[in-house]
């Protein structure tokens, strides 16, 4: 019951997000696609605050918008804290993304992404009894490809300032001393110029 919690909560909320996002449409710009008062570009640069703060990795994204509707991103996580990747296989990874909006608003509110990750780290750690006696079979490196989905929501201000939270599930397709299932959890703090 405590691991529906916290998708029923995101989907709440990018719902929220939403329903906001759509009261705020006016005026658009034929060439930009932008709100009259909206004056940023199709860029922007962020960072996963909740993976730097709970898991002490450096997650960074860069995002470009196709058109009012899509956009693509490329994201990098890099993991510095060795106390947690103990319990956390992935070291490095190197993410591709499209997302598709469903707001009225330029590239904002409730969305669908499908990704593909290429990850590197350890796995495969195991106990096991010969005997009485505990035996630790060492954990091996494996470099893996996973395509997986998910959903989330973004908030822009009209600043530029921008958050963004998502999830996706994901499977790893072709070694078999990776974890079967990958994840993502995204807090996405940072700015559209």
Request: hydrophobic letters at 40%; a negative charge; proline letters at 1%.
């Amino acid at each position: 019951m405590k691991r529906l919690l916290l998708p029923v909560l995101l989907l709440l909320f990018c719902l929220n997000v939403q329903a906001q996002q759509e009261d705020e449409d006016g005026e658009r710009n034929n060439e930009t696609g932008f709100l009259k008062d909206e004056n940023f570009g199709k860029n922007e640069l962020s960072i996963n605050a909740l993976s730097l703060i709970a898991v002490g990795a450096l997650d960074i994204s860069y995002e470009r918008y196709i058109n009012e509707d899509s956009s693509w991103s490329t994201e990098f996580w890099v993991q510095f804290n060795e106390e947690i990747a103990d319990e956390f296989y992935r070291d490095i990874a190197l993410t591709g993304k499209y997302k598709h909006f469903f707001s009225s608003n330029y590239a904002r509110g409730f969305y669908v992404h499908a990704f593909g990750m290429i990850s590197n780290g350890d796995y495969g750690e195991e106990f096991y009894y010969v005997g009485d006696e505990l035996v630790e079979q060492e954990e091996m490196r494996f470099t893996d490809f996973a395509l997986g989905f998910g959903i989330g929501g973004k908030l822009i201000s009209s600043g530029g300032f921008k958050a963004d939270f998502s999830g996706g599930i994901g499977r790893n397709l072709f070694n078999s001393n990776s974890p079967t299932i990958v994840g993502q959890i995204m807090v996405n703090l940072g700015y559209r110029f």
